[in-house]
């Protein structure tokens, strides 16, 4: 795991843009794996400046996100589909047809929508570069506490800590989702890349957990532990927490003078 400690949100959120910038200008068809959540945001900001000013075409870029909730419509301005639409899709030439977003629609069988969605992606050959935010309880996507560390694309109820966590962004009697089809852990550690955004406080407790703890099914994150390149973006507070923040640091600067005299190497 290489962790990046950042003075702030904007720089992490900066330094995940140049990942995806790198990715999309190198490979012709690249294949994102997305996020939605408060973390996300400024990338995608950044994204969508990148495609404004420094002409970063999305035109071949295939996309899966993480998740989707279950009972709303795409329509709903609750539903991930609208979430990505307003941050992203709608800003950049990314073709709609090429994002898929895990949807189990009412009366459809949520097992084979599942097994669909995995399809999906191994058709694409794979996610190059995986984006995550993680849960102040440690889940990524929704795989919560407990999720099977071998879990693929499935139905997962949520917890009441990401209810209340989550219940900030709904008004008081707007219906607030339970469930949600989620990419599964298995499905996450796929990706050839996964970088994983981390900023605040609230975050510090599962970044450690994430970094530092057992490999546990009470860490979902924890999971990232097993993958070969998994990258972590922090801003301060969210690494108040680690033990060895100065050893990330001094490791983040040989990696830096390795690139500059080998060459940025990523194997997508
Ligand atoms: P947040 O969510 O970015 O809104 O904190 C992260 C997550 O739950 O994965």
Known sequence: MQVIIFDDAQQVAANAAEWVAELINKKPNPVLGLATGSTPISLYQQLVNKHQTDQLSFKNVISFNLDEYLGIDANNAQSYRHFMNVHLFDHVDIDKNKTYLPICAQGENPREQGLAYEEKIKQANGVDLQILGI?????????????????????????????????????????????????????????????????????????????????????????????????????KAAASQLDDQEYYQWANDQNIKINQEFGLYHNY
């Not at 999720?147 to 139905?155: F, P, Q, Y």
């Not at 990419?183 to 900023?199: E, H, K, Q």
């Not at 406080?201 to 390149?229: D, T």
């Open 135 to 235: 849960g102040a309880n440690g889940h990524i996507g929704f795989n919560e506490p407990t999720s099977s560390l071998a879990s693929r694309t499935r139905i997962k109820t949520l917890t009441q800590q990401t209810l209340t966590d989550n219940s900030r962004l709904f008004d008081d009697n707007e219906f607030q989702p339970t469930l949600a089809m989620t990419m599964g852990i298995a499905t996450i550690l796929d990706a050839r890349y996964v970088l994983l955004m981390a900023t605040g406080e609230n975050k510090a407790q599962a970044v450690k957990n994430m970094v530092a703890g057992p490999l546990s099914a009470m860490c979902p994150a924890s999971a990232l532990q097993m993958h070969e390149n998994a990258i972590v973006l922090l801003d």
